[in-house]
């Protein structure tokens, strides 16, 4: 059993905690998280109980954790198809223009490789 519950209020805490106006400067293909709503944390919720169920002495613990749907509250929009993305987009549009790059890529360095062996 627990020795005691302390109970933490939210919202003068987080008052004292934060300012005001969080302030995000977002560029183009950017937005602010709808699953924390700018904040970059959410509460993280720890259910656990001693033995093997849960029913038989339940306790929990809740913390601040990064939310795992974005970056500092952002998350990044593809241009292609409008979707959330963390790293890199996959859907066909990003992979197309990932593929023309890395073409280009290599024309630039057969070029240079002929013109080192030219020399």
């Known amino acids: 059993m627990a020795v005691h519950r302390e109970k933490i209020n939210l919202y003068k805490t987080i008052k004292k905690i934060f300012p005001k106006i969080l302030i995000k400067d977002l ?9 924390c709503h700018g904040l970059g944390v ?14 038989s002495h339940p306790y929990r613990t809740e913390a601040l954790a990064l939310c795992p749907h974005c970056f500092n509250g952002v998350q990044k929009i593809c241009k292609y198809c409008g979707q959330p993305y963390k790293g890199h987009c996959d859907c066909e549009g990003q992979l197309a223009e990932d593929l023309k790059i890395q073409e280009q890529k ?12 030219g020399m």
């Open 27 to 35: 560029n183009e293909n950017e937005r602010i998280c709808p699953d």
């Open 42 to 55: 959410k509460i993280n919720t720890r259910v656990f109980g001693t033995g093997d169920s849960l029913e």
């Open 106 to 117: 290599w024309k630039l360095y057969l070029k240079q490789k002929k013109l080192t062996k």
